[in-house]
């Protein structure tokens, strides 16, 4: 019943800047950590950033100083800010959710993935 859907992803030269968003919808359910992850041609998925409910944030140290996230919990919405792109941040940027229902049950939530790409 709940999806998150992103955007904002695309083709931008090193140095540049994007921003991602996230909307998390359904009924019924209350957003905890979310979080930002990507994953490149040939590696791992890797975690990129979190924000906590209370908007508390924790950062990869590869993109520390460059990116931020942030999350507007009216909208249920998460953002990653990223600036001073390089090359090697090209990637697929996957945003995840922890999701509870009033119920009990915790789920994972996953975005479909956005593509960002960055030129030299």
């Known amino acids: 019943q709940v999806q998150l859907v992103e955007s904002g992803g695309g083709l931008v030269q090193a140095g540049g800047s994007l921003r991602l968003s996230c909307a998390v919808s359904?009924?019924?359910?209350?957003?905890?950590?979310m979080s930002w992850y990507r994953q490149a041609p040939g590696k791992q998925r890797e975690l990129v950033a979190t924000?906590?409910?209370?908007?508390?944030?924790n950062y990869a140290d590869s993109v520390n100083g460059r990116f931020t996230i942030s999350r507007d919990n009216a909208k249920n919405t998460v953002y990653l800010q990223m600036n001073s792109l390089k090359p090697e941040d090209t990637a697929v940027y996957y945003c995840?959710?922890?999701?509870?229902?009033?119920?009990?049950?915790?789920?994972?939530?996953w975005g479909q993935g956005t593509q960002v790409t960055v030129s030299s």
């Open positions: 995840h959710a922890v999701v509870k229902s009033p119920y009990g049950s915790v789920l994972d939530c």
């Open positions: 359904g009924r019924d359910f209350s957003v905890n950590v």
């Open positions: 924000v906590t409910s209370s908007f508390t944030t």
